[in-house]
């Protein structure tokens, strides 16, 4: 097993893993298929609401399942959940190389609903909170750009093996990706071991292995591993909906942008390379943007780091709002760092915030609720372009949308207790 017999090195080795599972589960069910929609356009004469409906059916299922898998991630692990994972992955890109029909299309995509929730952000943010305590945002940062590398790495495969073989080709192929990530999480993943009860006054000997443990100086320090508070106490507290609404309002806007940004910059001409690359250099952004601000979360106010990453998010949407194409690789650019930062924020504030008790049902019951705005975002902005045959109204409204995200955050606040020993003291004012 890698490095498991260095309690300083491993959990790093973790996060690493974390990233590159996020990668290839991401970059596979998500980021990496608006290449081929022209393929499908072109082939089968399906309009863009069509093929975007799969992206809604597998967030959709991935939200709803979310909870129900969440509590396999908590009983079982992540490891074993993501063996599964990894399977339905290449029997999945299997049957997409073979497509035939629409019904098809959203019956693989059903399925990678289940991919996303056993391999993808929730496993791999408890996998990694796990093994961290005094580093947990840096790691959670380092795990996070996976998303990113999905989207630069995967839409340059693709359109790579369009050109050298065919789209059909290129799926078969790339079930190469979750082949070798099964045999790495079969030979060199272990979970976390559960932390032992500490003594009074003392540390806890047994404790997950910390690469830098010790008291961290901030009011706003991370709930230790294995601590927490339960589900239901999560779900009485106004932070976790406001954190919800966040989520939900942020996952429509990026989603439906980098679903559409292919196409959008196709219908202005650009030849496929390049609009390839500016979904690349987006994803390329969102990865700087979630390493620097997972960095600096760690040593900064992460209340102030969220309310920048969500303005930076906001003038990126003004960007687009203009529908100046000469501006797009600006709006590209700014709307990939903002949403780097609020994607590790985010997921940073939830585990901070609730712990990591029963972190999969807390994530999962987050996840319906984000994933279904994703999947809108990804859906209705192809179906209004459909219905306008322009992507003004869907840029108001991916405005309009991280507005009431930097509202919900004013709602945001730090328990006042972090564990479930003290009942009824679930919020602090102020």
Same mark, same amino acid.
């Given at each position: 097993m890698?490095?498991?017999n260095?309690k300083?090195?491993y959990?790093?080795?973790?996060?690493?893993?974390?990233?590159?599972?996020?990668?290839?589960?991401?970059?596979l069910?998500?980021?990496?298929l608006s290449?081929?929609?022209?393929?499908?356009?072109n082939?089968? +004469?399906w309009?863009r609401?069509?093929i975007k409906?799969?992206?809604?059916v597998?967030?959709?299922?991935a939200?709803?399942?979310?909870? =129900?898998?969440?509590?396999?991630l908590d009983r079982?692990g992540?490891?074993?959940?993501?063996?599964?994972?990894?399977?339905v992955?290449i029997?999945?890109y299997?049957?997409?190389?073979r497509?035939?029909s629409? *019904?098809?299309?959203?019956l693989?995509?059903?399925?990678f609903?289940?991919?996303?929730?056993?391999?993808g952000l929730?496993?791999?943010?408890?996998l990694v909170?796990?093994? !961290?305590?005094r580093y947990r +945002?840096? *790691?959670i940062?380092?795990?996070?750009?996976?998303?990113s590398?999905g989207?630069?790495? =995967?839409?340059?495969y693709?359109?790579a %093996?369009?050109?050298l073989?065919?789209?059909?080709?290129?799926f078969?192929?790339g079930s190469?990706?979750p082949?070798v990530?099964?045999?790495?999480?079969?030979?060199?993943?272990r979970?976390?071991?559960r932390?032992a009860a500490?003594?009074a006054? &003392?540390?806890?000997?047994g404790?997950?292995? $910390?690469?830098d443990?010790?008291?961290v100086?901030?009011?706003?320090r991370?709930?230790? @591993?294995?601590?927490?508070?339960s589900?239901?106490?999560a779900?009485?507290?106004p932070?976790f909906?406001?954190l919800?609404?966040?989520? %939900?309002t942020t996952?429509?806007t990026?989603?439906?942008?980098?679903?559409?940004?292919?196409?959008y910059?196709? $219908?202005?001409?650009?030849d496929a390379r390049?609009a390839t690359n500016?979904?690349?250099?987006? =994803?390329?952004?969102a990865l700087?943007g979630?390493?620097?601000?997972?960095? #600096? @979360?760690?040593?900064?106010d992460?209340r102030?780091v !969220?309310?920048?990453?969500i303005?930076? %998010?906001?003038l990126?949407?003004?960007?687009?709002?203009?529908?100046?194409? *000469?501006l797009i690789?600006? #709006?590209v650019?700014? !709307?990939g760092l903002?949403?780097g930062?609020?994607?590790?924020?985010?997921?940073l504030?939830?585990m901070?915030?609730?712990?990591?008790?029963?972190?999969?049902?807390i994530?999962?019951?987050?996840?319906?609720?984000?994933?279904?705005g994703?999947?809108?975002?990804?859906?209705?902005? +192809?179906?209004?372009y459909? *219905?306008?045959?322009s992507?003004?109204?869907?840029?108001?409204? !991916?405005?309009?949308?991280i507005?009431?995200?930097?509202?919900?955050l004013t709602?945001?606040?730090p328990l &006042?207790?972090q564990t479930?020993?003290?009942?009824?003291?679930a919020e602090r004012?102020?």
């Amino acid at each position: 097993m890698i490095g498991s017999n260095d309690k300083k090195l491993y959990p790093w080795f973790i996060a690493a893993f974390a990233s590159i599972a996020l990668m290839v589960s991401n970059g596979l069910t998500i980021s990496g298929l608006s290449v081929y929609d022209v393929e499908f356009i072109n082939e089968f +004469g399906w309009s863009r609401g069509e093929i975007k409906l799969r992206d809604m059916v597998t967030l959709l299922l991935a939200g709803l399942a979310a909870p =129900f898998v969440g509590v396999l991630l908590d009983r079982y692990g992540v490891r074993r959940c993501m063996l599964a994972g990894w399977v339905v992955l290449i029997l999945s890109y299997f049957a997409y190389s073979r497509l035939g029909s629409l *019904a098809g299309l959203y019956l693989i995509h059903a399925a990678f609903a289940l991919v996303l929730v056993v391999c993808g952000l929730n496993a791999a943010v408890i996998l990694v909170s796990k093994w !961290f305590t005094r580093y947990r +945002g840096t *790691a959670i940062g380092i795990a996070l750009m996976g998303t990113s590398l999905g989207g630069i790495v =995967f839409p340059q495969y693709g359109t790579a %093996m369009i050109e050298l073989l065919n789209w059909r080709g290129a799926f078969a192929w790339g079930s190469v990706f979750p082949a070798v990530l099964l045999l790495i999480t079969w030979f060199a993943v272990r979970e976390a071991p559960r932390p032992a009860a500490p003594a009074a006054g &003392a540390g806890a000997p047994g404790a997950a292995p $910390d690469p830098d443990a010790g008291t961290v100086p901030r009011s706003d320090r991370a709930i230790p @591993s294995g601590d927490g508070v339960s589900f239901a106490t999560a779900l009485r507290s106004p932070t976790f909906w406001a954190l919800a609404v966040i989520a %939900m309002t942020t996952f429509y806007t990026v989603l439906g942008v980098q679903a559409h940004i292919f196409l959008y910059m196709s $219908d202005a001409q650009f030849d496929a390379r390049t609009a390839t690359n500016a979904i690349s250099l987006f =994803f390329f952004c969102a990865l700087i943007g979630k390493f620097a601000f997972g960095l #600096a @979360s760690d040593f900064l106010d992460s209340r102030k780091v !969220f309310y920048g990453n969500i303005l930076v %998010m906001l003038l990126g949407s003004l960007i687009l709002v203009r529908m100046d194409i *000469a501006l797009i690789w600006i #709006a590209v650019v700014t !709307f990939g760092l903002g949403w780097g930062g609020v994607y590790t924020v985010l997921q940073l504030t939830v585990m901070n915030t609730f712990g990591t008790r029963d972190a999969g049902k807390i994530l999962g019951t987050i996840t319906v609720l984000d994933a279904t705005g994703g999947g809108l975002g990804i859906w209705l902005t +192809g179906v209004i372009y459909d *219905a306008t045959g322009s992507y003004e109204i869907p840029f108001l409204i !991916f405005a309009a949308l991280i507005l009431a995200a930097m509202a919900a955050l004013t709602r945001v606040r730090p328990l &006042a207790v972090q564990t479930d020993a003290a009942p009824g003291t679930a919020e602090r004012a102020g």
